[in-house]
């Protein structure tokens, strides 16, 4: 955790340094991240969502050791060291178990902190922030605390007995914006007040004092806030700086801890400098990431309709929606929009629901199947600058190759890069 905890204490002192998060289980994601980690001689950080990967498999269908080896053999496909991955754990909490009493999910959220401590996770954000089916609408401040310490004790006691002693590094924070952006319209928001920090920060510290975790407390290095992103399926709210300097001056009275900014997908590359400057000094990138590689795949998809036979293409486009629309659970209550728009939101949100789907057999094979269609015939310059005109442009400067995984990857760096810049080129 040396590299995580150099770069918050330059973020302290007022460095123009932070550190972004990758949130994706999708292996062209993590591959085009790594090498974008490659390109810059930086760590890379991360993360695996609790409905991604948990004791019971997740959507992805790993456990947490899984997706350790997943990203370290990609990883070492690349020649990137695994020492310098920093893994962290998401959303860690009673989350996918809020339909159960607070009882058993937090039972459940026990388990899934032991998994991920026992796995080699190093970064545990701590977020008991959701209400379960028998708690009140709104759960109060003192009881996410006291849960979020309660979970805090498990981790720690599981490193000590694992390692004989603890290195995590933990994220806490009642205002948490729920994982992959908005489910409704946002036209505007309402930053955390600088008083809310304060008794977050004071209700906290008094829960991991009564569960004796005084030294885990100095080992708390993120609060997450609102800072005034956000996104919804068609629209983004972007980052006003001087609207968030009363939240700035606040976290420097705070030793050790910065901020942990959340949704903050699909800002300007100014925002993320200025983020970054304002001690958001963590910054989560999630559902952009595979909205690029989408974006890449349907452009490839277009490509592919002009160069091979109906009988012969790969149907990508198509083969996602009849799989959408056969499971419909991971995006319908998510997109209450009339069936006219439907397709609309499946395939284009902001919110990128389809990324629950990369992983189905059948899709994955279309995947396949476009991609050597588009190997084998090649793929024309023309058609490159008409559908993908950016990757056009670096094939011309001759830095990139024109072959569909390259292309993609391209579209995912695109991503990478503009974090990568507010991060380490300022």
Known sequence: ?????????????????????????????IEAAIEQALKDDSPILIEATANQVNQFGGYTGMLPADFLEFIGKIADSKGYPRDRIIPGGDHLGPVCWVDESAEDAMKKAQELIKSYVTAGFKKIHLDTSMSCVDDPQNL???????????????????????????????????????????????????????????????????????????????????????????????????????????????????????????????????????????????????????????????????????????????????????????????????????????????????????????CQPRIQRAIDCLFNNLTNSGIPLPLISQFLPEQYRAIRNNTLIATPQELVKAKIKQVTQSYAQACWGQ
């Not at 659970?329 to 990128?352: C, E, H, I, M």
């Open 1 to 29: 955790m040396k590299e995580i905890s150099e770069i918050i204490r330059a973020n302290k002192n007022g460095e123009n340094r932070g550190i972004y998060a990758i949130c994706s289980a999708h292996p062209i994601v």
């Open 140 to 358: 109060p401040d003192k009881i996410v605390a006291e849960r979020a310490a309660s979970l805090c004790y498990i981790a720690e006691k599981t490193a000590v007995n694992l390692y004989g002693k603890s290195d995590l590094v933990f994220v806490i924070g009642t205002e948490v914006p729920p994982p992959g952006g908005a489910t409704e319209e946002i036209t505007e928001l309402a930053l955390t007040p600088t008083t809310r920090v304060k008794e977050t920060l004071a209700l906290h510290q008094n829960a991991f004092s009564q569960f004796g975790l005084e030294d885990a407390w100095q080992r708390v290095i993120a609060l997450v806030v609102q800072p005034g992103v956000e996104f919804d399926h068609t629209s983004l709210i972007d980052y006003q700086s001087e609207k968030a300097q009363a939240l700035k001056e606040c976290i420097k009275t705070v030793p050790n801890i910065i901020y942990e900014a959340h949704s903050s997908d699909y800002q300007n590359d100014d925002a993320y400098i200025a983020l970054i400057k304002d001690h958001f000094g963590i910054l989560k990138v999630g559902p952009q990431l595979t909205l690029a590689m989408r974006e890449g795949i349907f452009a490839l998809s277009y490509i592919e309709e002009e160069l091979i036979p109906v009988e012969q293409r790969s149907h990508i486009r198509d083969i996602c929606e009849q799989e959408m629309l056969e499971a419909p659970k991971n995006w319908q209550r998510f997109y209450p929009v009339p069936a006219s728009k439907g397709t609309l939101y499946r395939r284009y949100s902001y919110s990128d629901r389809i990324r629950y789907y990369w």
